[in-house]
């Protein structure tokens, strides 16, 4: 059954229903297909039943859908528990792609020998859970720092007026601003994370992301590669980004923090080291 099918059924059942649900329903519908209208005709998962589903992108979440009903619908403010359940009773065919992995890869390798410590001793164990929490201690201490560095940038930005990015003379201002960048994982054109049919076999084009997020605004710029274009993801090409990003983009500030991961090849190496300093 279809996602039109599976409405004109909804849509025969709403005369029995409540005002407050049929508004749900309703926002829902239409907010499904009016802004992720390609996944209007969804295709089912493989391996599951021929019942098919609707899945908006990965920014829609609960919470976010029922406070932007509330604006739209103007009524009496509705919980999030309650509009979860509504959402779920009458529209299980529209659910949200949800994240699939942990990104820390760390994580991943404590909780991998965690979850395949069942036949081993309990000294064994207990040394595996030991290595993951000291792991998430750190983990926590430079959160704590990262998110210190954000709110003082904020508090930059609040106070110099400061709201999108602009050319700025270098080193005008006497401010501290945080920045952090990374490539993104590459985007498929066509793009759709379910990949039905014939696209599961066939070899999308690909286009390279490179982003420098700036928190104090929060705003983020994005540089997008073709894959004619995207050679290499070395340090090179960092430098380039970030150059133009600070030529073009740039506040003006003194002095900058920055946060990126741990990859020699782009980040940790002298090259890099020469340009900051």
């Not at 297909?33 to 019942?51: E, I, V």
């Not at 985007?187 to 928190?215: A, D």
Request: aromatic share 12%; hydrophobic share 35%; with cysteine.
């Amino acid at each position: 059954m279809n996602l039109s099918a599976q409405l004109f059924v909804l849509l025969g059942c709403m005369h029995a229903m409540q005002p407050t649900v049929i508004v749900v329903a309703w926002f829902v519908i239409r907010h499904t297909q009016t802004f992720h209208s390609r996944y209007s005709q969804p295709y089912a998962l493989r391996g599951s039943s021929d019942a098919a589903s609707a899945y908006p992108s990965t920014v829609v979440t609960f919470k976010s859908c029922c406070i932007k009903k509330h604006c739209v619908a103007g009524r009496q403010p509705m919980s999030e528990a309650v509009f979860r359940e509504t959402w779920t009773k009458l529209l299980p065919f529209i659910v949200t792609v949800k994240p699939m992995t942990d990104l820390c890869w760390t994580c991943q390798q404590n909780n991998s020998l965690v979850y395949r410590g069942a036949n081993i001793s309990e000294t064994a164990k207990s040394e595996r859970l030991q290595k993951q929490e000291v792991h998430l201690h750190r983990a926590v201490c430079e959160s704590s720092e990262y998110q210190s560095m954000v709110a003082a940038s904020k508090a930059t930005c609040e106070s110099s007026q400061l709201s999108s990015f602009s050319k700025n003379v270098p080193c005008s201002r006497q401010i501290l601003m945080h920045y952090s960048f990374d490539y993104a994982q590459q985007i498929h054109l066509p793009s759709n994370p379910l990949q039905p049919g014939p696209v599961y076999f066939m070899v999308p084009r690909k286009v390279g992301f490179f982003g420098v997020c700036c928190e104090g605004l929060p705003k983020q710029m994005n540089f997008c590669i073709d894959e004619a274009h995207l050679i290499s993801k070395r340090s090179n090409d960092v430098i380039s980004y970030l150059n133009y990003f600070f030529d073009n983009y740039g506040l003006g500030e003194m002095d900058t923090h920055l946060h990126c991961d741990n990859c020699s090849g782009q980040n940790k190496n002298h090259f890099m080291l020469w340009y900051c300093a």
